[in-house]
């Protein structure tokens, strides 16, 4: 059962927050202990290829596909690697891999929404196991590796590491799960880490955390607004990710009028019935309905048409100094 993320995670001021995250605190010290056994539990091998690892401190969504992308991109461009890969844990999906995916055969269901987007943009490998996907990787004659999440994965060792930090949301109330976001403490991520990728403006003061010398990447979302925007003045927004205020935000900057909203949890398996319903709810609001892309991935089974529905295309934009320091980190691997 997927379950929405909690807002008192990312609520620092209200009393009934706190108690709720106060509450909380003494499971959050037994998932320290168990982080710490498992961080210890392996050493970290080498796969024999080049691994750059776009992972978080959080739970929960910041951003780390459309990360993985803008390295991808980068990485082409500057032609770093003769043939690149993505490299997915596969959430969400009934397949354990390690596979290449297919986008004629594998849907969200069999590999996971994450993976079928990366797909449509480099070769992307699914597995179960990290260390053996970017095993299979290497076999196959991929002599670079994109890895979307995996940073708290200990058997993989990574070349880079690169924590990427919604600007929007930071760290939360920075306390580990459950009381909070944190995914490990921020002392043991920042450590293992080789770089930071700020999206958007610290709103939080999240950079503040970060320890000095530590290089500080920097990108920012851009939206481009559907063709279809045009004809239709008014939308009905749903999605099923971690943090829906994220979409709705970006569906405003991008001059979008919205008549309605629905959310679900994340990574949300709809049914004919959810569509039913939102079809109805838009219907009578003189609405077209649009979503993420992650959604919308997760919708290309014939579940719904891809005509009654629009997607909402994101990219990440690294500054021109942030492209610059990657770069050459990746020609200059540790």
Not at 122 to 136: D, N, V
């Amino acid at each position: 059962m997927r379950l929405h993320t909690p807002s008192f995670w990312f609520d620092t001021k209200t009393p009934a927050a706190r108690a709720r995250a106060m509450a909380l605190s003494s499971f959050s010290a037994l998932y320290a202990i168990g982080h710490i056994v498992h961080q210890h539990s392996k050493k970290p091998r080498s796969a024999g290829v080049k691994v750059i690892c776009i992972g978080n401190l959080v739970a929960g969504g910041s951003g780390k596909t459309p990360a993985a992308l803008a390295v991808m991109e980068l990485v082409r461009e500057r032609k770093l690697a003769a043939k690149p890969c993505f490299l997915s844990r596969g959430y969400g999906g009934s397949l354990s891999g390690p596979l290449l995916v297919d986008p004629k055969i594998h849907d969200a269901s069999m590999v996971g929404d994450e993976p079928c987007l990366l797909a449509d943009a480099a070769p992307t490998i699914i597995s179960a196991s990290r260390l053996a996907g970017a095993k299979f990787a290497k076999a196959q004659g991929y002599d670079l590796v994109v890895m979307d999440d995996g940073l708290q994965n200990p058997a993989l060792k990574k070349d880079i590491a690169i924590i990427v930090i919604d600007g929007a949301t930071g760290f939360g109330n920075g306390l580990l799960l459950p009381a909070g976001p944190l995914r490990t403490p921020l002392h043991t991520g920042f450590a293992g880490a080789d770089a930071v990728l700020l999206i958007g403006d610290d709103a939080t003061g999240a950079l503040s955390k970060v320890p000095d010398g530590k290089p500080v990447l920097r990108g920012t979302i851009s939206a481009l607004p559907p063709l279809s925007a045009v004809a239709a003045p008014l939308y009905f927004a749903f999605c099923g990710i971690a943090h829906p205020e994220k979409f709705w935000d970006t569906l405003e900057k991008a001059g979008i009028k919205i008549a309605g909203l629905s959310s679900f949890p994340d990574h949300h398996v709809y049914t004919p019935a959810d569509i039913a319903e939102l079809q109805r709810q838009a219907a009578e609001l003189g609405a077209r309905l649009i979503t993420t892309t992650k959604d919308s991935a997760r919708l290309r089974d014939s579940l719904v048409s891809p005509d009654t529905f629009d997607t909402l295309e994101i990219t990440l934009d690294l500054s021109s100094d942030s492209a610059d320091i990657l770069g050459k980190m990746i020609s200059h691997e540790k």
